[in-house]
């Protein structure tokens, strides 16, 4: 895996366009994301850390997630917010990751997720495989901007109660459950 510094160059950013700003999250796509945890079973996953840009929308998302996991009783270590730009994202990288969360659940601007993604694979133990996230996170620029391997792994919620999944740079999209099967 290529892991460039953190700090993507104003020009490398601006190459990709406006980014889109997060949009306000669904039931469907909590609920979705609420589910891609609780049905990972090795191992299962019972505490996280939840990271978020500070942008109402991913903030909402953040408290939305973080208050559906611990009434399902589950464990809560740390809320982790960020600016959508940073010097180093050193701090909250670590902020993320230190207590040893089983997962990380993030509600991010593109920009600013993939600055800290492309700092957490530098500087911490994190694993995108115990990374989950609503649907900002999925944007092909944000994939693109954090380089070569860095988000492989990451997967989350669609606003339709859909899933994705990275994989080679690439998002690959499922649609939601049948109604027969969401039972």
Do not use: C, K, Y
């Not at 939840?50 to 998302?61: E, F, L, M, V």
């Not at 730009?85 to 701090?91: C, D, E, P, V």
């Not at 989350?156 to 649609?175: E, L, M, N, Q, V």
């Amino acid at each position: 895996m290529n892991v460039r510094s953190p700090l993507i160059p104003t020009p490398e950013a601006a190459a990709h366009g406006p980014l889109p700003a997060p949009a306000p999250h669904t039931a469907a796509e909590l609920a979705a994301l609420l589910r891609l945890l609780t049905e990972h079973r090795r191992p299962p996953l019972h505490s996280v850390t939840i990271g978020h840009s500070r942008d109402d929308a991913s903030r909402a998302a953040a408290t939305a997630f973080a208050d559906a996991w611990r009434a399902a009783g589950r464990t809560v270590l740390a809320v982790v917010d960020w600016p959508e730009q940073a010097a180093s994202w050193l701090r909250p990288a670590h902020r993320l990751t230190d207590p040893g969360p089983d997962a990380l659940v993030i509600a991010a601007a593109p920009l600013g997720w993939a600055q800290l993604a492309r700092r957490l694979a530098r500087s911490t133990p994190w694993r995108p495989e115990r990374t989950f996230g609503f649907a900002s996170l999925a944007e092909p620029a944000a994939t693109a901007l954090a380089g070569p391997g860095v988000l492989d792994g990451v997967r989350g919620a669609g606003p339709d109660g859909g899933t994705w999944r990275i994989d080679h740079g690439w998002t690959d999209s499922f649609p939601p459950p049948a109604p027969d099967d969401a039972a």
